[in-house]
T-cell receptor
Framework: DAGITQSPRHKVTETGTPVTLRCHQT?????MYWYRQDPGHGLRLIHY???????DKGEVSDGYSVSRSKTEDFLLTLESATSSQTSVYFC?????????????FGEGSRLTVL | QKEVEQNSGPLSVPEGAIASLNCTYS??????FFWYRQYSGKSPELIMS????GDKEDGRFTAQLNKASQYVSLLIRDSQPSDSATYLC?????????????FGTGTQLKVEL
């Protein structure tokens, strides 16, 4: 199994508070992704990274920011959480853009915004 | 029209039968296709990838791709209760901005004893 860990695994927070989710990999893969999964919507890409300090937006990036200061860590930040950001968040990694669809996922982080 | 469409199910099959899961996509420029399995409360796990028309077999799993008809399917032979999960179809297209991977919402499969 790919070495990907997410933290925290569960979090309950209040509207308007900042939240940071962490993804840590031990595979030295260049590409890292943050997805959210909601009923009826499937997995949707929030942001991705193609190298240290190199990030780009996905299809649902509004309200989220990311940072990647080391190859192994990819942080997702909700600056001011809203109830619409209640979701399960998955981090994923891939080895190259040629295999961009061959993703290895972390265990997920369940976020509830009250 | 959704970019990647799957019947949400549940699809119920008896143990030992063949389960057939289907996925259609709208973008004719799509180049690579993937099936993920997701157990309830767990993360998706890649089980098959297919890049060219035809069939690709891996153990009890066969992926079928027909680009002309824009569908991709997954057959599971000798279905087992442990195959009960949601199966996600994903379609990738290389754009000027890089790869675009789109997931369907998944089909729930139930294998009954």
């Amino acid at each position: 199994d790919a070495g990907i860990t997410q933290s925290p695994r569960h979090k309950v927070t209040e509207t308007g508070t900042p939240v940071t989710l962490r993804c840590h990999q031990t595979e030295n893969h260049r590409y890292m992704y943050w997805y959210r999964q909601d009923p009826g919507h499937g997995l949707r890409l929030i942001h991705y990274s193609y190298g240290v300090k190199d990030t780009d937006k996905g299809e649902v990036s509004d309200g989220y920011s990311v940072s990647r200061s080391k190859t192994e860590d990819f942080l997702l930040t909700l600056e001011s959480a809203t109830s619409s950001q209640t979701s399960v968040y998955f981090c994923a990694i891939s080895e190259s853009p040629r295999d961009a669809g061959e993703l290895f996922f972390g265990e997920g982080s369940r976020l509830t915004v009250l | 029209q959704k970019e990647v469409e799957q019947n949400s199910g549940p699809l119920s099959v008896p143990e030992g039968a063949i389960a057939s899961l289907n996925c259609t996509y709208s973008d004719r420029g799509s180049q690579s296709f993937f099936w993920y399995r997701q157990y309830s409360g767990k993360s998706p796990e890649l089980i098959m990838s297919i890049y060219s028309n035809g069939d690709k077999e891996d153990g009890r799993f066969t992926a079928q791709l027909n680009k002309a008809s824009q569908y991709v399917s997954l057959l599971i032979r000798d279905s087992q209760p442990s195959d009960s999960a949601t199966y996600l179809c994903a379609v990738n297209r290389l754009t000027g901005g890089g790869n675009k991977l789109t997931f369907g919402t998944g089909t729930q499969l139930k294998v009954e004893l």
